[in-house]
């Protein structure tokens, strides 16, 4: 029989190791998948992550990959400061959502004016957006002890509400025929998330994203705030008594993690997407959740997390294109993914140990 | 008898055939949460139980077959998550979210081909002369079995917690897993067995919405039905027959939302379609603050891993 022994302190190769092995484990149950499914399961998996790399198409695909990415690592590393802590913000969608909106509201108000600052502020409105929606459970978390996760999850549903309120209605484009959707950003120069540097995908969100990543790594090992969500999270009375106080840290942690979400919101709406529609949003705050726990809730193994989570993205739309495998299926493999990661992180925690053989030994 | 374009009789009966998912895998999740496991996963469970619920009844031509399919669909899906919680000693909040998310793409994939079919009907029982009863007849006698066997269910869940010894140990467990393992209980295999029969009244809620409810297959078809079942959970300060005050008025909300927008109400629709959210938010906020709160009910073990040292 096999046992479970306690470490006193988790182990630092499994940490970085536990990762990788959950990944090698999700190629092969997805490959049996696939294989169910009369894919050749070699061929899709060479399709997900190598080809989008450095197959035929790959000048083309790279650049998605930071398109995708951008978004992920931006939702997943507020996300992460939270996680540490023990603050469950599990509705990002809804701030993502939030932000999109009230940042394009912004930049539709003022159309056609152009102006150098127009852009920044619908940045600024786009953070706004999804702090304010943020704050409402940050509020009644420390106001009324609710349960953060509920509240921020239901408060996804009324997002979706108003986002297709917005799309056929207070946002739609007057010049649109009564279609539903707003008026396309890439046609209104001044409130435009352009692409960078040509065929890299680089756009405004990107850059963001790179930005945020190091200024949360240099705050939770730099700064003593992060040594508070790191404390709190890890040991909660012994955060009490060494002053923390865990009102502050959630109206922190839900407040940064709902900008951030809605900067990639408002990012996204201006740029690849380009508009408001009713299904804009590609569910970028769920699978960022997957994305912090692959990155192992630190800021830069979330910036490499979100590339891989891109590439499964490009990569799956790639096997569904070319191999006609069912979109469905890149998201049961993002989703057996991160059931291996949680299975996995058990040895980073626990030693294995044959039972018998302990016995032995005394 | 009229209120406002609505009969009151076809509210207080629809709204009885409306709480049926959510009374379901609540009770199922009151149960999981007595034993101090936090499954997040009824969302992900329930629509697994409404796919394999589905596809078991349109093959078989047998509702009730199909209600065993997504009860079992979806206990397959919990065992991942009893591996996972039980024996690796994951978190529970990651791994339940985890379910979700692997159970809506699962439920999708299974799904697929299946749209636009209608699935067999599940019949209300014949009550004969009862049913001709002014007003109660239409409220209590015009019902498929279902409904009837969800408030049973609360009843029995009730009955043997409060005065069955496998009641007793159950809650033993959830309030310290520690006393119960000193007193020589198997505390995982007694959690296992509690997420597997919230897994089942979990499918069979999903199973409900997508064989009497809807009646078809779409993707995402609980929409968030799990979620409010977790948020009754805590509204009912894990009291069973609270469970189903809470399932029926929230039950209650939705018809009466639904019947507002088919009456043409001047509350725009998009108001009327998210209120059943905002109410279970407001609820949360009700039940949560103030003297009486919810919290302090909670199984004092909730949501913390066991782990025999020795």
């Known amino acids: 029989m096999l046992r479970l022994e306690k470490r006193p302190t988790p182990s630092r190769a499994w940490a970085w190791g536990t990762p990788f092995l959950a990944v090698l484990l999700t190629m092969i149950a997805g490959g049996a998948l696939f294989a169910m499914l009369g894919k050749d399961p070699v061929a899709v998996v060479r ?29 997943a590393v507020g996300l992460a400061l939270g996680f540490r802590a023990g603050i469950w913000n599990i509705g990002a969608e809804g701030q993502y959502i939030m932000g999109a909106i009230f940042g394009a509201s912004v930049g539709l108000a003022v159309y056609p004016t152009e102006s150098r600052w127009i852009f920044p502020l619908m ?40 986002l297709s309120k917005a799309a056929t209605g207070f946002l739609r484009n007057p010049e649109g025929a009564g279609f539903p959707g707003s008026r396309n950003f890439s046609s209104y120069p001044a409130a435009r998330n352009p692409e960078l540097i040509a065929g890299t995908g680089m756009h405004w969100g990107v850059v963001a994203a ?61 740029g690849p997407a380009g508009q408001i529609s009713i299904d804009f949003n590609q569910g970028y705050g769920f699978t960022a959740i997957i994305v912090a726990f692959l990155g192992r809730l630190n800021p830069v193994g979330i910036l490499l997390a979100a590339l891989l989570m891109a590439l499964t993205y490009v990569g799956g739309e790639m096997a569904a294109t070319n191999l006609g495998l069912p979109s469905a299926a890149i998201r049961v493999f993002q989703g057996m993914l991160l059931f291996f990661l949680l299975a996995v992180d058990v040895l980073s925690n626990y030693r294995v140990r044959i039972a018998a053989f302990v016995k032995e030994a005394r | 008898m009229e209120l406002f374009g609505i009969n009151p009789a076809i509210l207080v009966a629809s709204l009885m055939v409306a709480a049926v998912p959510i009374l379901l895998a609540a009770i199922g999740e009151l149960v999981v949460e007595k034993a101090g496991v936090l ?36 206990m397959a899906l919990s065992l991942v998550f009893a591996l996972l919680t039980q024996v690796f000693l994951a978190n529970q909040v990651a791994t339940g979210l985890a379910l979700t998310l692997f159970g809506l793409g699962f439920s999708s994939l299974m799904g697929q081909g299946y749209n636009g079919i209608k699935p067999p009907r599940t019949p209300s029982l014949p009550f004969g002369p009862l049913e001709q009863i002014p007003f109660f007849g239409r409220v209590l006698f015009s019902h498929d079995w279902v409904v009837y066997a969800s408030v049973a269910i609360v009843a029995a869940v009730w009955a043997v917690l409060r005065y069955s010894r496998a009641g007793l140990i159950l809650r033993a467990v959830g309030e310290s897993h520690d006393a119960a393992h000193a007193l020589g209980y198997k505390v995982v295999r007694i959690r296992v067995l509690a997420i597997l ?51 029926w008025l929230f039950g209650g909300i939705t018809v009466l939302q639904l019947n507002l927008q088919a009456a043409g109400s001047r509350i725009p629709v998009e108001y009327l379609s998210m209120s059943p959210y905002l109410i279970t938010i407001l609820v949360l906020v009700i039940m949560s603050s103030g003297r009486g709160r919810a919290g302090l009910n909670a199984p004092a073990s909730l949501g913390q891993n066991f782990h025999a040292s020795r």
Not at chain 1, 51 to 70: C, T
Not at chain 1, 132 to 145: D, G, Y
Not at chain 2, 46 to 66: D, E, N, Q, R, W
Not at chain 2, 206 to 219: E, H, K, M, N
């Open chain 1, 47 to 75: 399709t997900i992550f190598w080809d989008p790399l450095l197959g035929e198409y790959a000048f083309y695909l790279r650049g998605q990959l930071l398109v995708k990415a951008g978004p992920l690592a931006l939702i």
């Open chain 1, 123 to 162: 940045i600024l409105a786009g953070g706004f957006g999804g702090w304010l929606w943020a704050m409402i459970p940050a509020l009644l978390k420390t106001r009324f002890n609710t349960n953060e996760i509920l509240v921020s999850l239901m408060l996804v549903y009324v997002a979706e509400t108003i």
């Open chain 1, 210 to 270: 790179f930005i945020v990543v190091i200024a949360a790594y240099v705050l939770l090992q730099r700064h003593l705030l992060g040594f508070q969500i790191r404390l709190a999270g890890q040991a909660p009375r012994a955060a009490r008594f060494a002053g923390v106080r865990p009102n502050r840290l959630v109206i922190f942690c839900l407040g940064a993690s709902g900008a951030l979400a809605g900067l990639a919101g408002l990012f996204e709406v201006t």
């Open chain 2, 39 to 74: 499954n997040l996963g009824v969302e992900g469970m329930m629509i697994m139980g409404a796919i394999s619920g589905f596809i078991t009844a349109v093959h078989t031509g047998s509702p009730a077959l199909g209600f065993l399919g997504g009860a079992l669909g979806a």
């Open chain 2, 197 to 247: 029969f919230g897994a089942a009244m979990a499918g069979m809620g999903g199973a409900y919405i997508s064989l009497v409810r809807v009646p078809q297959w779409t993707d995402g078809i609980t929409a968030g039905a799990g979620w409010i079942a977790l948020a009754i959970v805590v509204f009912a300060s894990w009291k069973p027959w609270r469970v189903l005050v809470g399932a």
